[in-house]
């Protein structure tokens, strides 16, 4: 159980472009959804935190308008950079969990999306 | 300010016993959790620790002491594919997760 899908494994986009990362609950609904940016050798870095129905709370210093979410529904949330840059590439990782309380804190990870803008 | 606090990189031997430290000042407590990661990948969950003692899951123990903020996980008959870096993170007061920059583990035969 608690798994979770991200679509799309890597993307070569160029410098200007958007681009559209999925991540997907597939057996538990997912109340909150997290979106990491990890750059390589460093920590995961916290861009935002989505919760169904309502808008992301995103992290001082992230682009909201750059990096739009997309919450909508238990089981889907969508993360797209808008106008792409090679400063963007990254390895961009979801995660999602369930009900607040007990074993359900638990936050199950994506496997991430490797994005390389040209 | 809240702070999780663990070794930037550690060595051990095949078949050995490791014990990776982590220590946290938070705003609350609502769990701590420790995550895998291999280069290149995302984390993935290991385990979970509310109250106080020693959580055993096969070969990977995990202590919490939530008194003096203190956990450590412990990795018996260590293999090479446990090479990787290991995750702490805590859970505060709004059920934030704050993470530990990772304990990267070397193992050599």
């Known amino acids: 159980g608690a798994v979770v899908s991200q679509h799309p494994s890597w993307v070569i986009c160029k410098s200007g472009t958007s681009v559209k990362i999925e991540c997907r609950s597939l057996?538990?609904?997912?109340?909150?959804m997290f979106w990491y940016r990890q750059f390589p050798k460093q920590s995961l870095m916290l861009m935002a935190t989505?919760?169904?129905?309502?808008?992301?709370?995103?992290e001082q210093g992230v682009e909201k308008d750059k990096f739009l979410i997309n919450h909508a529904s238990l089981t889907l949330s969508t993360l797209t950079v808008t106008s792409a840059h090679p400063e963007d590439s990254s390895f961009y990782i979801c995660?999602?969990?369930?009900?607040?309380?007990?074993?359900?804190?638990?936050?199950?990870f994506g496997p991430g999306t490797r994005l390389t803008v040209l | 300010g809240q702070n999780i606090d663990q070794p930037t990189e550690m060595t051990a031997t095949e078949g050995a016993i490791v014990q990776i430290n982590c220590t946290y000042q938070?705003?609350?407590?609502?769990?701590l959790f420790w995550y895998q990661q291999h280069a290149g990948e995302a984390p993935t969950f290991l385990s979970y620790n509310v109250l106080d003692g020693l959580e055993e899951k096969g070969r990977f123990s995990s202590f919490l002491s939530r008194s003096k903020g203190y956990s450590y996980l412990l990795l018996k008959e260590l293999q090479m594919k446990d090479s990787a870096s290991y995750l702490c993170?805590?859970?505060?007061?709004?059920?934030?997760?704050?993470w530990g920059a990772g304990t990267k583990l070397i193992i050599k035969p």
């Open positions: 057996d538990f609904q997912a109340t909150t």
């Open positions: 989505s919760n169904e129905g309502s808008k992301a709370t995103y």
């Open positions: 995660s999602a969990r369930g009900l607040a309380g007990g074993d359900t804190d638990t936050q199950y």
């Open positions: 938070t705003s609350g407590f609502n769990g």
């Open positions: 993170a805590v859970m505060d007061s709004n059920y934030q997760l704050i």
